[in-house]
């Protein structure tokens, strides 16, 4: 869940010694995020022209240029958290490894990996178990700098060591900052929830009922402070549509943090098994692809090529694809050793297009993520990232995996980045969570209110550059699989000038807090436009008619 949810929420928790009034003052100023009215259905696949809508036009390429065409089918990797390889809408979908007997314990093809049927999971362990929550890379490189610095006489330290000492105060500085202030917020949630809990059973026994609705609080009249503070309690909840879903969400999300992510103490390379140091090391893993949260992938991979004809749930973007999964990503940061071996995986088992909706903030061992996505360059694969959910400006800050090679100016021709479009008015044009940057960030498309597939054959709609990423990605494979003949780099570059641009529109800035800056859309990314799969078809037509000319 995007973070602007989960500041709404611990605002709102803030609310139980107060008045009334005073929370009113609060609510004016929090933005609960982008999802508060009903996206149009289907909305990321409908077109700007022919339906009104914001999306990229995917159903009018179907209808107006596919029809009765031949098309070769494209494998997306997509580097996640598991995929539920058994949802009734990925049927037909996933990628099959056909060198690989399945279940035999053998490595049939010789590709190192043993019964990697549908893909590989990187952050399993040999007995079959699995990384769920981990730490942060913030918390894993104090611990690194911690065991080096702690102690150290720093006028002992030559030149170069100072300005790594330098690094390790900026980076216990931002450790002890995000560790104290998790706790807080997951303090503030707890106390909130036993308050509610409270409230909840105190206005039922005073209105002798089992359910509660806004009409039922609307008869209270009593002078009686804790009905009035209960009430007031319990009609913001109704108000802002705050179910008890939602801050077990919220507890269970900082529950991680406390627990795990800033957690100094826990590894869990102890489950893999594999010698972290080694670098070099890519061999380890399990055949799991599914692993113990499959949700973020499964709702990615279902965005990409969602089953278009099976007249159940929703229609992914290409019609003729096949999903590898690469499980690398688990409850907390991935980490980069995991993320260069799924890239080179990916690229090595015939992966031509690698989606890629993850992100932090730091990257220690970036030297040989930029290797990979060298390697996956070399062998014309497209890799398509997300940009991140921070609302900041990537041109000022930082979302590794980063196409810019470290040491380097230098930087990857294979590469997407993607922001988060929304479908309503100037403001709510963009992802009030999504990353921007003019220099930075290449495109905007749909991330806004995403519905899609999640695992046990279930569909839900989701917020976030994660879910803006696989609609390019999915329109990247739909050009590739239609027009095979061209290069990854080519189908970038129409991705790219064939998007749709909104001149000088201002645009509220994207801002977790609620504030209402406008900014031109046009300065949020390079092209300042928007993916759409129906211009970037008739570009790639008459690009292939080109080239067949000769």
Request: proline share 2%.
């Amino acid at each position: 869940m995007i973070k602007s949810i989960r500041h709404f929420v611990i605002a709102f928790a803030l609310l139980i010694t107060t008045t009334y009034s005073f929370a009113e003052t609060i609510f004016e100023n929090i933005n609960p995020g982008d999802s508060l009215k009903s996206a149009p259905e289907n909305w990321f696949n409908l077109d700007p022209t022919s339906d009104k809508i914001r999306g990229v036009g995917t159903e009018r390429a179907y209808k107006e240029l596919l029809k009765g065409k031949k098309s070769k089918k494209v494998v997306v990797a997509v580097i996640d958290s598991g995929i539920d390889i058994d949802h009734e809408d990925l049927e037909g979908v996933i990628w099959k490894n056909e060198g690989e007997v399945a279940g035999n314990g053998k490595d049939d093809d010789g590709n190192g990996y043993v019964d990697d049927v549908n893909g590989w999971n990187f952050i399993g362990g040999k007995d079959g178990e699995n990384v769920d929550a981990d730490t942060y890379e913030l918390t894993r490189e104090f611990v690194r700098l911690s065991q080096k610095f702690k102690d150290v006489d720093k006028t002992s330290l030559s030149k170069k060591e100072k300005t790594e000492y330098e690094y390790y105060e900026q980076v216990k500085k931002d450790y002890e900052e995000s560790a104290k202030s998790a706790q807080e917020d997951y303090n503030y949630i707890v106390n909130f929830y036993d308050s509610f809990k409270y409230a909840d059973r105190l206005i039922k026994a005073y209105l002798n009922t089992e359910e509660l609705s806004s009409e039922d609080l609307n008869k209270i009249s009593s002078t009686d402070e804790r009905i009035t503070q209960s009430k007031s309690l319990l009609e913001l909840t109704i108000a802002n549509d705050l179910t008890e879903e939602v801050f077990n969400e919220q507890l269970d999300y900082l529950t991680d943090q406390v627990e795990f992510g800033y957690n100094t103490e826990f590894n869990s390379r102890e489950i893999i098994g594999d010698n972290y140091k080694d670098k070099t090391e890519k061999i380890y893993g399990n055949n799991d692809v599914t692993g113990p949260d499959a949700t973020h992938g499964t709702h990615v991979a279902g965005i990409i090529g969602a089953n278009r004809s099976n007249d159940i749930g929703i229609k992914g973007i290409a019609d003729n694809v096949e999903i590898m999964v690469v499980r690398a990503v688990p409850n907390g940061d991935e980490r980069d050793k995991d993320v260069a071996n799924a890239i080179r995986y990916a690229v090595d088992n015939g992966a031509q297009v690698i989606n890629m909706s993850f992100g932090k903030n730091y990257s220690p061992y970036k030297d040989i993520v930029d290797e990979a996505v060298k390697y996956a360059e070399s062998k014309g694969v497209l890799l398509v990232h997300a940009a991140g959910n921070d609302a900041k400006n990537l041109d000022e800050n930082t979302n590794f995996p980063t196409k810019t090679f470290k040491g380097s100016k230098k930087s990857a021709k294979n590469w997407l980045e993607i922001g988060a479009l929304s479908w309503g008015d100037e403001s709510n044009f963009v992802g009030s969570f999504s990353n921007y940057g003019k220099k930075s960030v290449d495109i905007f498309s749909p991330g806004v209110d995403i519905y899609s597939t999640v695992p046990g054959s279930k569909y839900q709609a989701q917020n976030g550059t994660s879910m803006a990423a696989p609609v390019a990605a999915g329109t990247a494979a739909l050009i590739m699989s239609y027009y095979p003949d061209l290069s990854a780099i080519t189908i970038k570059d129409i991705i790219l000038k064939s998007s749709i641009k909104y001149g000088d529109l201002m645009v509220n800035k994207p801002n977790e807090e609620g504030e209402e800056t406008k900014v031109k859309f046009s300065e949020l990314s390079k092209t300042g436009g928007i993916v759409n799969v129906y211009e970037a078809l008739k570009m790639a037509e008459s690009m292939s008619i080109k080239d067949k000319k000769g």
